[in-house]
């Protein structure tokens, strides 16, 4: 559960994401809009720099997070279809029967899961395909 901090850190954070895009579609110099609503200039400025910089870190763990894959064809017929499966799978595990498989399917990808993937993989690669 968040703290009330982390609370108010985001709220304080949608805020300055309003304003910033009403500053960009106000037709008015960045100048003029912070002088119409009473914001200083270096605040304006720092609060953009700040966004910019959560992003950049946001952008970062969601890289660090992706699972890696290796995409094997598996119906040549169907150029379409693509198998994806993933390469870390530990050793202790038994070998996988073909006709046990979760397959999911999104936008013309079809990814084919062993049944016995871990939660933290599957979490991942959910993860990477939202970001598709």
């Known amino acids: 559960m968040p ?12 805020e ?10 106000s037709n008015m110099s960045v100048r003029e809009w912070c002088d119409a609503n009473g914001i200083n200039v270096n605040t304006y400025y720092g609060r953009v720099s700040a966004l910019k910089k959560d992003k950049l870190k946001q952008k970062k763990q969601s890289v660090q997070e992706i699972v890696p894959l290796s995409a094997v064809q598996e119906q040549p017929d ?4 693509v198998i994806i499966e993933p390469t870390a799978v530990a050793p202790h595990r ?14 013309g990808i079809e990814i084919v899961i062993p049944p016995d993937i ?6 991942l690669l959910l993860r990477g395909l939202k970001e598709c």
């Open 118 to 123: 871990s939660s933290d993989m599957l979490i």
């Open 16 to 25: 300055w994401e309003k304003r910033i895009a009403e500053c960009e579609s």
């Open 3 to 14: 703290t009330v901090k982390e609370v108010q850190r985001e709220l304080n954070r949608r």
């Open 78 to 81: 169907v150029a379409s279809t």
């Open 94 to 107: 038994k070998p996988v029967h073909a006709k046990e498989k979760v397959i999911i399917r999104k936008d």
